[in-house]
């Protein structure tokens, strides 16, 4: 009895998690999204991404807390791996590399667009992140799956350049929406100049910032799959010792 009321309780937390990460994230884009371009921004197709996502946990949680009755299966928890892996790029590169070198600074750009920017890059990817290390234990994690964490920013980067090829051009000149992804700029593809650090450039090349980020991205689907697969041991350590 007690172990169903404390299953009870903490499917009830997940869904509350979910959907605080789903309303900050809707939030955040109603104030971001303003044209057809922003749908090439990692942002904007992260968050999309996971709302998706999180509609469909939501709606097979709820099922299953009316029901008894768990529709989840290792590809949806695959699926959502992935994108809290997404969405944690998201979170990171806009408080590390973003937001600091923002016209406004950091806690301006959080703040810009009635605080979207918050929801998208913050609130929503904080929750979504919590929800997937606390609660979904019904993943049957393998430590191979990091290296699956690099399919949605090699996507995205390819994506981008190939509409740069095609004459897509943000913010007028830069060959990507991000700036430590143009390459139309004096450090190009393999330069190193932090001198130019700016809103336009990091200073470094593009490649090198995509290797780097590509390998934090494997060692973050590492962290999350440890802590995961921890936070079960933990689990079925604590259920034995209620059922005794």
Known sequence: MNNKILDRKRLITSIIFKAVSLIASVYGLMFTIDSIMSFTFFTTLSNVALDIVLVVFIVLDMILLVTGKDYKNNRLYMLKFLMTLSITLTCLVYMIILGPTSDDGLIGAYLHNHAGSLGVHLIGPVFAIADFLIFD???????????????????????????????????????????????????????????????????????YMIVVLLFIFIGIGLLYLTINGAGKSIETQNTELVSE
């Open 137 to 207: 234990k019904g993943f049957k994690a393998r430590k191979i799956y990091a290296i699956y964490a690099v399919i949605p920013p090699l996507c995205y980067v390819g994506f981008v350049y190939i509409l740069a090829v095609l004459g897509v051009r943000w913010y007028d000149t830069m060959t990507a929406p991000y700036n430590f992804l143009n390459y139309n700029v004096p450090t190009g593809w393999f330069g190193w100049d932090l001198s130019q650090m700016g809103s336009e450039s990091l200073g470094i090349g593009v490649v």
